[in-house]
């Protein structure tokens, strides 16, 4: 973890499982979820995705930028590692945002999830135990 030459934000680790791909990002997190949606299990193999929101110039690839997997366009897309296939990001609202997953950060944000999205297509065989506030669909984001 280091100090962003552009801000006091610190600047976060996220890498794959295999390790081919590592970027950096701020740890200036605008908003984060849990995301319930069908996409975001599929795309996970888990009962959700918890995510953190960031304007997308705060992302930096690092190493193995090459070796993504773009799943979707240039505007709006899911970014892979080719090689092990872990989910590292999401390209979002225009292309303006990133949803950096959360599971493939190496040091801990100061951020935490504030809520849960689109439970409304949540795996029926998972039961949410936490009190953080649950939405059927999608919330606005600011």
């Known amino acids: 973890m280091t100090e962003s030459e552009n801000s006091n934000a610190r600047i976060l680790v996220g890498e794959c499982y295999c390790r081919a791909v590592r970027f950096e990002v701020a ?16 795309t996970t193999g888990a009962a959700f995705k918890p995510f ?6 705060r992302l930096r690839i690092v190493r ?3 070796l993504r997997l773009i799943v979707g366009d240039d505007t709006t897309h899911d970014a892979h590692c080719g090689r ?17 997953a959360m599971g493939t950060l190496v040091d801990a944000p100061s951020i935490r ?12 065989w998972h039961e949410i135990t936490d009190d953080l506030p649950q939405y059927r669909e999608h919330i606005g984001v600011v």
């Open 27 to 42: 740890d200036a997190f605008s908003y984060a979820m849990n995301c319930h949606c069908s996409n975001c299990r599929r």
């Open 64 to 66: 193995g930028g090459d």
């Open 113 to 124: 999830p504030s809520a849960h999205i689109f439970v409304g297509w949540k795996a029926p």
């Open 84 to 100: 092990c296939g872990s989910l590292l990001y999401s390209r979002v609202r225009e292309g303006q945002w990133v949803h950096v």
């Open 52 to 57: 953190a929101g960031i304007r997308q110039d």
